[in-house]
């Protein structure tokens, strides 16, 4: 009789565990439904309390419907939903639950991992976890988290420790020093730390969900967690900066990443929150690409130093307004200096890979155009400012289906594209700073852009010349014309805007 009046006490308290899982999961899943979940009948808050004699059969349904539910929760939400106001009894049922569940998948163990995680960042009594430990039987002293977690999980059967298990958790202390080292987000993610951590969750196998694993695993997790944060806030605002700045100056694409390009509004879309709540598995390729972003902003030191810093910000700004006094009072006692003339910047990276992106929206614009539009229009393709007119072979170039083959007829199409486009972009730069002249700011960036051009003209006039030869000597003659006229009508428009760039002051 008595040893049934403890059976019965027992089911009572798995019971509750569940229902308090059960509520939370109710709750988790209702929210991001937008509207309330419903509850099965025999599981509602009324039938546990009349369950009696029925509590195995209702356990046995409750587990069934925690593990539907389960199926539903991934472990972003679970991070999401489990805030500083979560109360820690909720989050000590969750980890029972999972702990007793012991299913060997790598979603079960993640959630155990970031419940375990956030009982350790969120003691009940703050400072907690930071005294020191006591020994049982003689044994090495535990850790204080280590024993409340022995004492939350008093009632579960938790799994024996191996002594293979052993000897990888002694491999977490050297990565939690390894992770204090990191000075730069770059380098943590090229580190790989990630990976190995995972990997070394994984081999812990059954093990993973015993008290002195879940101790020192959310130990590391809480150590990197807070350094991985503060050096992803870091770069995230000296992109955010870089970002700002380079809107201000009238630009908007920062770089090319994976061959995407990353634009101000980009940029400026990234919630620093919503990253570091999300699962890092699940994100991790977005993180990487925010590092690869880094890099290619790291690349070009001049430029973020002129753009950052904040001296150079007010005097760009205010640089038109400063300058004219100064000059007043110059010239009371010297002669007028000369007209000021355009000095052309040096060309960097950024600027090129900047225009490589426009020069690929203009070719894929005409393309559009020469390939949809009436065969009598179709050499006349209307651009902003004004109508670029192509000849008929400039036009079969950009409605040729064979682009992308390695043969001589491609790589004369890809050069007569190429010639067209920048004759396209240098005709709307120079149209672009006539209407600036009165702009300073937006002047020089056109300025700038016009230069970068004439560059690409140069060398592509030079790489056009080299196959049109090629071409002579295969017999093409007619495509060796065709490249000649183009390349013709490109150093025009460069002698153009050489000139404008010359005389504009």
Known sequence: MLSGAFLA?????????????????????????????????????????RSGQELPNTLTRMTRWLHLLDMAITPAMLRQALTPD????????????????????????????????????????????????????????????????????????????REEHVQLLRRF???????????????????????????LKQWLDSSFYHPGVLATVAAYNASFGKKFDELFENALAEIKQFGQALEEMGGTILSTVDGVEVTVEHVAAIEQKQMLQADYG???????????????????PPIRRSLLSPAARTSHAAGGAAAAPRTARAAKVKAPPAAPVFQPPAITAHQIATEEGKLRRVEESIRVFVRVADPKYRQVVPMRFFNLTLTVAEADAYSAAFLEEKSLRADVARTLIRLVSISARICTELEDLKRSQKMSSLW???ADALVVLLDMASSSTEEAGSVAKLA????????????HESALKLRAQSDVAAKTLANVS
């Open 9 to 49: 006490e027992d089911l009572r308290f798995e019971l509750s565990i569940l229902a308090t899982v059960q509520g939370f999961y109710q709750k988790l899943l209702g929210d991001s439904l937008g509207g309330e979940l419903p509850v099965p009948r025999d599981l509602d808050e009324g039938a546990l309390r």
């Open 86 to 161: 979560t109360d820690s009894e909720v989050a000590e049922a969750l980890l029972r639950y999972f702990v007793r569940r012991r299913e060997p998948s790598d979603v079960n163990r993640d959630k155990t991992d970031l419940i375990a995680t956030f009982l350790y960042r969120h003691p009940r009594v703050p400072g907690q976890w930071e005294q020191s430990g006591y020994g049982l039987d003689g044994a090495l002293p535990l850790s204080p988290f280590e024993i409340a977690l022995i004492e939350i999980l008093a009632d579960t059967d938790v799994p024996s420790l």
């Open 173 to 199: 202390d050297p990565l939690r020093e390894e992770v204090s080292r990191f000075r730069d987000f770059n380098g943590l993610i090229d580190s790989g730390l990630i990976g190995r951590v995972r990997e």
């Open 282 to 300: 699940s994100t991790l390729e977005k993180f990487r690409r925010v590092s690869k972003l880094k890099k290619e902003l790291d690349r070009r």
């Open 444 to 446: 020089k960036l056109h």
């Open 472 to 483: 002579e000597q295969a017999g093409a003659g007619p495509a060796a014309k065709s490249i």
